[in-house]
């Protein structure tokens, strides 16, 4: 064994150097787009994503939806989000799209999201796994009609055999039909590339991608309340090398349940198939990242019940969180306006 005096001057250099390489970096800023934003997601990262678009529509321009249903699906209840919303039946049928519609107009109109009207011509891709059984195609369906309902240019995806996860040409998961961690399955399938396709036009194939994944400070863009909204401390993002100089777009890709980097790593950010695109369509993607929550946190004295670390489209962190004023649309957002400032 080490002298005691040894192992504790042993041990402050190990920390000191952990704490070293631990440290994330600050969200640049990047004279990106302000209003040319797209948002896509997975599961309950999906219907985040429709939550951002809907609730900023004059900001996000699309939407790519893998695994989910339409706007305030879950209608503020956990038993709604988990039954109805996910694979519904004749004891928990889907909410009425007539219903959910009515509430959009309804925060539309008390100003808690834009105008409904922006959703008219705007895109959404969305994806239904023939061998999901978490959430079902008709779910999705459900979606399609929301989108529907505002003349959105809506591209639905069915006849892939894959399971409940974002689905690529030869990452992840080697069964496609899987559907477990990291919920990134090899389909020979380009999700991603035919989202981007889709949301913002055709682009050169891409094979390779050749910019730098950063790995970002949350805590700011929540007032350093992190855990008080289930939040992650650190965010990635990808940035071309393009993107440093000129003006880029920016994507916004959440991760589902049980996918964020404390659960996967880095295996979403770097495999889910959107870099080698970002460079062809010129995006910065930003991949914020959620924290599990059980409960009472030390630090963070609000209750929270979301152990699989999924973002919020039934309302823990409030009865708000499908509008503007959600903590987590408001973090997410303010993580845009940072991608979006003059270079310094």
């Not at 019940?305 to 987590?328: E, F, I, L, V």
């Amino acid at each position: 064994m080490f002298p005691r005096c040894r192992a504790s001057r042993l041990l402050a250099g190990l920390l000191a150097l952990g704490g070293q390489a631990a440290a994330a970096d600050r969200l640049p800023e990047l004279a990106a787009d302000p209003a040319g934003a797209t948002v896509s997601g997975l599961s309950s990262g999906g219907y985040m994503a429709v939550q951002m678009h809907v609730a900023h529509s004059s900001l996000i321009r699309g939407a790519g939806v893998i695994a989910a249903g339409p706007y305030y699906c879950a209608g503020g209840s956990l038993l709604t989000a988990y039954y109805n919303c996910t694979d519904p039946g004749f004891l928990a049928p889907l909410p009425s799209g007539a219903a959910l519609r009515a509430e959009a107009q309804a925060q539309a109109r008390s100003g808690r999201i834009d105008a409904t009207a922006n959703l008219s011509g705007s895109r959404a891709w969305l994806f239904a796994g023939k061998h999901d059984r978490t959430v079902s195609v008709e779910v999705v369906e459900a979606l399609r009609a929301f989108y529907a309902g505002y003349k959105a240019a809506v591209a639905l995806v069915t006849d892939k055999p894959a399971g409940h996860a974002i689905v690529t040409e030869a990452a992840g998961n080697p069964e496609c039909g899987a559907s477990e961690p990291p919920f990134i399955n090899d389909c020979d399938y380009d999700a991603a590339g035919e989202m981007l396709h889709h949301l913002l036009g055709p682009a050169p194939p891409a094979q390779a991608a050749s910019g730098r994944l950063l790995r970002f400070d949350q805590r700011e863009f929540a007032q350093g309340a992190t855990l008080a909204i289930s939040l992650a401390d650190e965010g990635y993002a990808y940035i071309p090398a393009a993107c440093e100089s000129q003006r880029c777009r920016i994507h916004v890709a959440f991760h589902g349940c049980r996918q964020n980097a404390s659960e996967v790593g880095e295996r979403f950010v770097r495999e889910a198939g959107y870099n080698r695109w970002a460079d062809a369509h010129r995006l910065v993607v930003l991949y914020p990242q959620t924290a599990s929550r059980t409960g009472f946190s030390l630090g963070a004295w609000n209750y929270v019940w979301n152990p699989r670390g999924c973002w919020d489209w039934w309302g823990y962190s409030g009865a708000r969180y499908h509008t503007k004023d959600a903590a987590q649309i408001r973090a997410v957002k303010a993580m845009l306006e940072r991608l979006s400032a003059p270079r310094k």
